[in-house]
């Protein structure tokens, strides 16, 4: 294996050096198990062509980057030393303490510590059980959180039952502080509980979310209002409240009810809606049998 340094001040080392000229530029071809090392970056390959004129290194097969940030993979990449920049293509991974990210293709600023992911996007988040997808997306790998969009949508696991499912326009991801965000068309699926709503926010270990303009189905039972708030409780549902809110619910017996007031709650027991609660200004229509048009108040 050859040691070699180049007038850059870049050490590489590889199995076989070629140091030839391309349009009047001379690169120095590396091949078969090839390493470079920068001032903050370390860089692994099977092949890599490098321009010491305008500090880029071309990449091929099995490329590894390793700094401070964690490690980055891909099948090729071009990379530029000086801007402490890249692009990297085909199957790319970064895997850091917390998160493992993966995308069709990805280009790294090492300047800003962020990436911006393309295609069969992947973020994967060990600490809290979360997976998001999307098409494309950023993500600062400092502060730990990004944006995806493309059809987003997320999982969040649950031992022993089905994962929180959330789809929306796009997803704001604050990983340090435990939280993500939903913007626009928001459908989140919680066992039986399928909500609507224009944005929702979660935080993943309190289990505490809240809802703008929130359509909550249970079943055949419906509650709706301004704004909302819910919570889980060992990764099933506990309670969920709306402001300025409507209910439709039918009990056991087939009886329906209709309620609305300033404050709306609903506890859970098992996953199922079990008790109603209405605060501020309450009112109400009962219907004796489901489909019955006579009510009475």
Same mark, same amino acid.
């Given at each position: 294996?050859?040691?070699?340094?180049?007038?850059?001040?870049?050490?590489?080392?590889?199995?076989?050096?070629?140091?030839?000229?391309?349009?009047?530029?001379?690169?120095?071809?590396?091949?078969?198990?090839?390493?470079?090392?920068?001032?903050?970056?370390? +860089?692994?390959?099977?092949?890599?062509?490098?321009?010491?004129?305008?500090?880029?290194?071309?990449?091929?097969?099995?490329?590894?980057?390793?700094?401070?940030?964690?490690?980055?993979?891909?099948?090729?990449?071009?990379?530029?030393?000086?801007?402490?920049?890249?692009?990297?293509?085909?199957?790319?991974?970064?895997?850091?303490?917390?998160?493992?990210?993966?995308?069709?293709?990805?280009?790294?600023?090492?300047?800003?510590?962020?990436?911006?992911?393309?295609?069969?996007?992947? $973020?994967?988040?060990?600490?809290?059980?979360? $997976?998001?997808?999307?098409?494309?997306?950023?993500?600062?790998?400092?502060?730990?959180?990004?944006?995806?969009?493309?059809?987003?949508?997320?999982?969040?696991?649950?031992?022993?039952?089905?994962?929180?499912?959330?789809?929306?326009?796009?997803?704001?991801?604050?990983?340090?502080?435990?939280?993500?965000?939903?913007?626009?068309?928001?459908?989140? $699926? +919680?066992?039986?509980?399928?909500?609507?709503?224009?944005?929702?926010?979660?935080?993943?270990?309190?289990?505490?979310?809240?809802?703008?303009?929130?359509?909550?189905?249970?079943?055949?039972?419906?509650?709706?209002?301004?704004?909302?708030?819910?919570?889980?409780?060992?990764?099933?549902?506990?309670?969920?409240?709306?402001?300025?809110?409507?209910?439709?619910?039918?009990?056991?017996?087939?009886?329906?009810?209709?309620?609305?007031?300033?404050? $709306?709650?609903?506890?859970?027991?098992?996953?199922?809606?079990?008790?109603?609660?209405?605060?501020?200004?309450?009112?109400?229509?009962?219907?004796?049998?489901?489909?019955?048009?006579?009510?009475?108040?």
């Amino acid at each position: 294996m050859l040691l070699i340094l180049l007038l850059t001040l870049t050490p590489f080392q590889a199995d076989k050096v070629e140091i030839v000229r391309e349009k009047n530029e001379r690169i120095v071809h590396l091949i078969g198990n090839v390493i470079i090392e920068g001032s903050e970056t370390k +860089i692994t390959c099977v092949e890599a062509k490098i321009s010491e004129a305008h500090g880029w290194v071309w990449l091929s097969q099995d490329v590894r980057l390793l700094n401070r940030n964690g490690e980055v993979s891909a099948s090729s990449a071009i990379y530029y030393f000086n801007e402490e920049r890249g692009y990297l293509s085909d199957s790319v991974t970064i895997v850091t303490s917390d998160e493992k990210i993966s995308s069709d293709s990805l280009y790294y600023d090492g300047t800003t510590d962020s990436v911006e992911m393309y295609g069969n996007v992947t $973020i994967e988040d060990s600490k809290n059980n979360l $997976i998001v997808y999307g098409e494309r997306g950023w993500y600062n790998l400092t502060k730990d959180e990004g944006l995806l969009l493309g059809n987003p949508h997320l999982e969040v696991a649950r031992q022993d039952k089905a994962p929180m499912m959330v789809y929306a326009n796009a997803f704001k991801l604050r990983t340090n502080d435990n939280l993500f965000y939903g913007f626009g068309s928001v459908k989140a $699926i +919680i066992d039986s509980v399928v909500v609507d709503c224009d944005t929702f926010s979660y935080d993943l270990q309190k289990e505490l979310g809240e809802m703008i303009q929130p359509v909550i189905q249970e079943g055949d039972n419906e509650l709706k209002g301004t704004h909302g708030l819910f919570r889980l409780k060992n990764k099933e549902m506990e309670f969920m409240s709306v402001g300025n809110g409507q209910s439709v619910y039918y009990t056991d017996e087939g009886t329906k009810n209709v309620v609305e007031g300033n404050n $709306i709650s609903i506890m859970f027991k098992q996953g199922k809606a079990a008790v109603i609660t209405v605060e501020g200004k309450p009112n109400g229509v009962l219907w004796l049998k489901r489909g019955q048009e006579n009510a009475s108040d």
